[in-house]
């Protein structure tokens, strides 16, 4: 049967409705030529402001929360209580406040900003990797099967008693193949295109002059990920610039184009993050600095759900590829094109799925 089967959607409630129409109106300013006027008539509009009033609501009850569980914590000092974003966001403020002599605000614009911006960046990313993770291992046969058999034998316990993992054992278990794909997955999806930072001070970036304030722009994906790097004129960098250079190319192995040669970049290649290295290639280790990476930024802004993110996919492909097989789809439903919406989103996918049966099972051991 080739025609997809389309799943009804259940209507949402009004938290996470809020928040979903919060997360898609940026969609509504995407190519318009007055973006500040279009946001301005769209916040108009009352489906915003409801919107607005239940999200402000419901942020600020999880703040309330926190508050509570950390005036139990200065009553019962071993109290583990932080288990939540918000209760991070309320202890860090606490700390702040005491560190700079005043009163904790912790309904602050910018907390209650911050805290929305983890719902908004995690609306969709962690979906949409998922997403364009399940299309590579469809299309791409050789690695579901080396992670299938990765998985079998990371899992020994699980394989020998013919059950599933637990969400213990897939959290604390090392399979480096397993880390390798979601990484792979990571830099092949380019669920974010670009980060931006506004430089602090003036400096320069490849020879360029860059003005204290100005807003740089980063591509996390194309040349030097997808492609080979742009050629760059060596006259006119700096000395330290060109040093830079060097020194990444032989710390991301491309000087001997060993783990990265630049007619393989556009595939997908968990094998890629792997070393072999002691002599022992039966038995690789999953190297996260095999080359440049920015899926969740770097430094004090970086992605504070990155934890939360890769233990998801790490539990989602786990279970899906331990039970089931992913078979191709027929081709007018597997397309690689893509929609720029809160995050890179495929237009199309459709799983084919076949229950591995015991048999099987034990091919992967």
Not at 117 to 137: D, E, N, P, Q, R
Not at 284 to 300: N, Q, V
Request: charged share 30%; proline share 7%.
């Amino acid at each position: 049967m080739d025609d997809p089967f389309v799943f009804p959607k259940p209507p949402l409630n009004k938290v996470p409705k809020a928040m979903w129409d919060l997360t898609e109106a940026v969609m509504e300013i995407h190519g318009s030529p007055a973006p500040d006027l279009k946001w301005a008539y769209v916040n108009m509009k009352s489906r915003m402001r409801n919107a607005r009033a239940v999200k402000e609501q419901h942020i600020t009850q999880h703040i309330e929360k926190a508050v509570r569980g950390l005036e139990c914590v200065s009553l019962e000092p071993e109290q583990k209580w932080m288990r939540s974003a918000t209760d991070q966001v309320i202890w860090s403020e606490e700390k702040r406040a005491k560190k700079e002599g005043r009163r904790p605000d912790y309904f602050s614009r910018t907390i209650m900003d911050e805290l929305f911006g983890l719902i908004f960046a995690g609306a969709s990313t962690t979906g949409t990797t998922l997403s364009w993770m399940v299309k590579f291992l469809t299309d791409n046969h050789a690695s579901q099967d080396s992670l299938r058999s990765a998985l079998r034998t990371g899992f020994s316990q699980a394989t020998e008693e013919d059950r599933d993992p637990t969400v213990r054992e897939i959290i604390g278990t090392r399979i480096p193949y397993l880390d390798a794909t979601i990484e792979e997955s990571l830099r092949c999806a380019s669920t974010s295109p670009f980060l931006d930072r506004q430089a602090t001070v003036d400096t320069q970036l490849l020879g360029r002059h860059v003005p204290r304030g100005t807003v740089v722009l980063c591509l996390l994906g194309g040349p030097s990920m997808m492609s080979p790097a742009f050629e760059i004129d060596e006259d006119r960098p700096p000395s330290s610039t060109k040093t830079r250079n060097a020194g990444s190319e032989r710390r991301h192995g491309r000087s001997d184009g060993s783990a990265w040669p630049h007619d393989d970049l556009a595939a997908f290649r968990p094998e890629r993050w792997l070393n072999r290295g002691d002599g022992d290639a039966e038995h690789p280790s999953f190297d996260p600095t095999k080359a440049a990476h920015l899926a969740f930024g770097m430094g004090a802004r970086a992605c504070f759900g990155k934890r939360a993110a890769y233990l998801t996919m790490r539990i989602f492909v786990v279970l899906l590829c331990w039970r089931f097989e992913l078979l191709p789809c027929p081709p007018r439903l597997s397309s690689y094109t893509s929609d720029l919406r809160t995050a890179n989103e495929p237009r199309q996918c459709f799983l084919r799925l076949r229950r591995i049966d015991d048999t099987e099972k034990q091919s992967y051991s």
